[in-house]
C-alpha cells in the first residue's frame, strides 16, 4: 500500500489527524463524533437493557440471588480495573484498530495478529449475542401483543436476521446521523432503565424481602444436585453466574474503535471509555436488585429456566408488563446497532493492515468515509456464527445463546490481555498519553490480568451435565461450544501465522509520511 505525503503548510492537519499521522494513517473516517458520542458507544454497546434481562438466567440459575445482588458489584469492580489500564492505552493511541494495534506497536507483529483476531471474533459474537437477545424479547413482545403469533425458535431466528440486517443497513446509510442515534441511545437507556425500575417498585403488590435478595442461594445448573453449600456451588457453580455481569460490560473497546472518527481522541477516548463502565456498573445494579425484589414468585422464575420476562409477567399487570419488554426490546435494538458499528470499524482497520483475507475488499470506504464492505462482511460472520442456535437444546436453557455469549467474553476479554500484559512489560519504557495511570498501572494491570486469565478458564466450562462428554443424557446440542469456536479460530490463525503471515505480516501498515516523536521505547516526559 503506497503512503500518502504529509499534508503541507496549505493542507493543515488539527491536532487529532496529526497524531494519527503519527501513529501512521492519514484521516479517512469522518471525525464529526463528540466526546459523549464516543461515550455513548460503549454505554450503548453494555446496554443494561440488553445483558441484564437476556442473561439474568445464567446468574439465576448459577447462585441466584446472590451472584447478582454481591456477584455484580465485585465483578464490576475488577471490569472498571481492565477499563482504566485500557484507556491509558487508547489516550496514548487513539486509533481504530485499538486493542489490536496497541499490541503490535508494543510487542511483536504476533502479538497483533493473536490480538485482532481474538478481538474480531469477540467483537462479531457480541454483535450476535446482542441481535439474537433482540429477537428473542421482541418475539416475547410480539406474542403478548398478537394472540395469532406463536413465538417459536424458527421465528426467533427470523427476526434475528432481520434485525441484523436492519442494522447493517443502518450503518451503511444513517452515516449522517449515526452519532446522533448513539445520543439517542444514551437517553433511551438512562430513562427506560428509570421507568423499568418505578414500574418494578410501585406496581408489584408484594416485594422480596432484603434477606433473599442478598443472602438466597439456587443451584439450578445441575451440578452438585442443589447443593448450595459445597465447593462444587462455590468453585464452579457461582462464577458460572458471573457470566451475566462480565457479559454485559463489555464491549467497551468500542471507545478505541471509533477514536479516529472523535474530535480530541486522546482525552475523550480514554474517559469514554472508564466511563461508559462505571455508569454502567451503577445503573445496572439498581435494575437488577429491582428483577430480585420483584421476583416473587420463585417457582415461575425456575420453571422458565431463570428467564427475566418470567419476573415481570407473574409480578406485573399485563399492560406494565409489555411496556418493560418493549423498553428492553428497543434498547437492545440500539445496542445492536452500536456494535454493528465497533465490529465494522476494527475488521475495516484490521484490514487496512492486511490481516484479514480479502482484505483490499474490507479497507475500502466509501465517499461518505464508510466502511460498506466490512459492514457488510463481519454482519454476515454474525450470522454465521449464530446458526447452532436454530438448534432447540434438551437442557432447557438457551445453550447456543450462552455459548455465543461466552464466545463473546472470552474473544474480547483475550484480546484485552495481551496489550495489558506488553504494558506491563514496558514498564517505565511506555510514552504515556494525557489520560495515564501514573505508578498505578503495576497494581491494576496485574489485577487485570489474573482477573481474565481466571475467567478465560470458567467460561469455556460446559454449563450444563448434558453438555458434558461422558455423561448420562449427553447431547450435542447441549454443548457450551465456546472453546471449540474460540480454540478452532486460534488454531486456525497460529497455522496460518506459522505457515505464511509470519513471513509478510508486519503489524500496522503506515499510509502517511509522518514520523512519531513518541515510540513506547522512549522514557515518559517528567511530570
Known sequence: MPTTPAPTAEQPMDDDARRLAELGYKQELRRKWSGFSNFAISFSIISILAGCFTTFGQAWNNGGPVAISWGWPLISLFILIIGFCMAELVSAYPTAGGIYWWAATMGR??????????????????????????????????????????????????????????????????????????????WWHVAGAAVVVAILVLVPDNHQSFQFVFTERFNNSG???????????????????????????????????????????????????????FYSAVGGWILLLAFLFAATDVEAVNAAGGFSGAIFESALTPVFFKIVIIISTIGQFFCGMSCVTSMSRMAYAFSRDRAVPGWRLWSTVDRNGTPVKAIIGATLAGLVLTLPAL???????????????????????????????????????????????????????????????????????????????????????????APLAVGGVLLVVAVWWYASARTWFTGPVRTVDVPSPRTPAEPPERR
Open 391 to 481: 438448534y432447540e437444546s434438551s437442557a432447557g436453557i438457551p445453550v447456543a445463546f450462552y455459548a455465543v455469549v461466552s464466545v463473546a467474553v472470552l474473544g474480547l476479554y483475550l484480546s484485552f490481555l495481551i496489550p495489558i500484559a506488553l504494558r506491563l512489560r514496558l514498564g517505565d519504557r511506555f510514552t504515556p498519553g494525557p489520560w495515564t495511570l501514573g505508578r498505578k498501572y503495576k497494581l491494576l494491570g496485574w489485577i487485570a490480568v489474573v482477573e481474565i486469565a481466571v475467567i478465560a478458564v470458567y467460561f469455556v466450562l460446559p454449563i450444563v451435565p448434558a453438555g458434558v462428554p461422558g455423561n448420562d443424557g449427553f447431547t450435542w446440542s447441549a454443548v457450551n461450544y
Open 223 to 277: 451440578f452438585g444436585d442443589g447443593d448450595v453449600g459445597g465447593l462444587t456451588f462455590w468453585f464452579y457453580v457461582l462464577p458460572l453466574g458471573f457470566l451475566l455481569t462480565q457479559y454485559t460490560i463489555t464491549g467497551f473497546d468500542a471507545c478505541a474503535h471509533v477514536s479516529e472518527e472523535t474530535r480530541g481522541a486522546s482525552q475523550a477516548a480514554a474517559r469514554g471509555l472508564w466511563q461508559s463502565i
Open 109 to 186: 507483529p504476533v502479538h497483533g495478529w493473536f490480538t485482532g483476531w481474538l478481538n474480531l471474533i469477540g467483537l462479531v459474537a457480541v454483535t450476535a449475542s446482542v441481535d439474537y437477545g433482540c429477537a428473542t424479547f421482541l418475539n416475547l413482545t410480539l406474542s403478548a401483543l398478537f394472540d395469532g403469533w406463536a413465538g417459536t425458535l424458527r421465528q426467533a431466528f427470523g427476526l434475528f436476521v432481520v434485525i441484523l440486517v436492519l442494522h447493517g443497513l443502518i450503518n451503511i446509510f444513517g452515516h449522517r446521523i449515526i452519532d446522533v442515534l448513539q445520543n439517542v441511545s444514551v
